[in-house]
């Protein structure tokens, strides 16, 4: 049994950072994933990496912007979120790979609750 909880939401003006923080607690896992969906719209993949800290993939909409990372001493993976826009507002939720596409949210499992980032034009 594995529980992901997210961490590090909250209001921001645009422009602005906010690190997310994706705190896993049971068994070893090979892959998690961030994703974000915002009101009205699919779930959106945003980044993932593997639980050694590579390879790491981001969704073209973020490179450059934000960064995926592994935290071995916090057993977390953390997405720093730098040049923040309105369109990235979203409830972000992070969850575990099963393998496959990692652009999928399908090919995921053990979805957290999801942490709310807003912000602010």
């Known amino acids: 049994q594995v529980q992901l909880v997210e961490s590090g939401g909250g209001l921001v003006q645009a422009g602005g950072s906010l690190r997310l923080s994706c705190t896993a607690s049971?068994?070893?896992?090979?892959?998690v994933g961030w994703f974000r969906q915002a009101p009205g719209k699919e779930r959106e993949f945003v980044a993932q990496?593997?639980?050694?800290?590579?390879?790491?993939y981001h969704a073209n909409s973020v490179k450059g912007r934000f960064a995926i990372s592994k935290d071995n001493a916090e057993n977390s993976v953390s997405l720093q979120m730098n040049s923040l826009k309105p369109e990235d507002t979203a409830v972000y939720s992070c969850a575990i790979s099963s393998g496959g596409d990692v652009y999928a949210a399908t090919n995921y499992w053990g979805w957290g609750k999801g942490t709310l980032v807003t912000v602010s034009s």
């Open positions: 990496i593997h639980w050694s800290g590579s390879p790491a």
């Open positions: 049971g068994r070893a896992v090979r892959s």
